[in-house]
């Protein structure tokens, strides 16, 4: 397959307010590739076992994609990363997928869904996880990746605009043993009937899209959606810097600035100011991440209710 050009304006809205995209870079095919682990997840999930073929299918639906919103992550292929797999309580999720009979898991900004497949892949039961996007069309490209339809998987979607709080909004973080039923997960439209539900909210490559004041808001919006139950958590991975501000990243010829946290202002966030101190544990790792033909730090973290 030759590289894709894209045919839209070479200015694009990336954020909120807060990042453009100025000549939007074509694809390039050539930068393909999967790991071994990767590979085996895709080939099984997708029925393909021949490489090419694969090859070619991923392609294709990398290429619808960019077509709806070149987002860097679709360029360099790192919505294929399996980004759920690296975190350390990876394992915890499972735990809580096969140990609670209710166990919900929200995979919000989820693009093509990949780590929501891999989880049910790997034994999260699908009637309990719901993907989220504010692209609705990367939903029904999930379905196309992976080869299904409404009626061959059994997760949810529900597209949306996590800043519109019709959509999602601050609620007070549920506490203490009472146990509610959760909602009829195939009628939701919004993800606050979730508030005190999800038992595994996972945020992958999302909030350092947003400013300072909007992190913080979603952050409090999580929280709410976050079961009393010990054990529950919300995990994500995210730029970062050693002192939290503004970064400039490089984005084919743009230079889109970005708001990070450092790890001890991410704790400190999650700790203290969105959570009571030592209600939460807060696990922060941070480590170079090479994406988009630069190195940025970026941080793998956890926040689990004690």
């Given at each position: 397959m030759d590289s894709v050009e894209i045919s839209q304006a070479d200015t694009f809205p990336f954020g909120r307010g807060l990042i453009q995209i100025v000549d939007v870079p074509p694809l390039d095919p050539s930068i393909y590739s999967l790991t071994p682990?990767?590979?085996?997840?895709?080939?099984?999930?997708?029925g393909i076992d021949d490489?090419?073929?694969?090859?070619?299918?991923?392609?294709?639906?990398?290429e619808k994609a960019y077509k709806i919103a070149p987002y860097p992550c679709i360029l360099d292929f790192s919505?294929?990363?399996m980004w759920i797999t690296k975190q350390p309580v990876y394992q915890d999720i499972l735990d809580i997928g096969r140990e609670h009979a209710n166990a919900i898991f929200l995979d919000l900004g989820c693009c093509f869904s990949v780590d929501s497949r891999k989880l049910a892949f790997d034994g999260f039961p699908p009637r309990g996880i719901i993907s989220s996007d504010i692209k609705k069309e990367f939903l029904e490209l999930s379905h196309f990746l992976f080869r299904t339809s409404n009626g061959t998987w059994a997760g949810h979607s529900i597209p949306g605009d996590v800043l519109d709080p019709e959509m999602l909004s601050v609620a007070p973080i549920a506490?203490?043993?009472?146990v509610r039923s959760p909602p009829d997960l195939s009628t939701l439209t919004s993800l606050n009937p979730l508030r005190g539900h999800c038992s595994v909210i996972n945020v992958s490559c999302f909030l350092h899209l947003f400013t300072e004041e909007q992190q913080l808001h979603l952050a409090r919006a999580l929280a709410g959606l976050l079961s009393p139950e010990p054990g529950s958590l919300i995990c994500g991975t995210q730029f970062s810097d050693k002192e939290k501000g503004y970064i400039t990243a490089?984005?084919?010829?743009s230079k889109p600035v970005l708001f990070c946290h450092s790890p001890e202002s991410w704790m400190e966030l999650w700790d203290g100011i969105v959570f009571e101190k030592g209600e939460v544990e807060v696990k922060v790792n941070a480590r170079p991440l090479f994406i988009a033909g630069q190195t940025l730090d970026n941080m793998v973290w956890s926040v689990k209710r004690l």
């Open positions: 682990d990767e590979a085996e997840f895709f080939k099984a999930a997708t490489d090419d073929i694969l090859r070619t299918h991923i392609l294709r639906a990398q919505f294929m990363r506490r203490g043993s009472e490089v984005i084919g010829s």
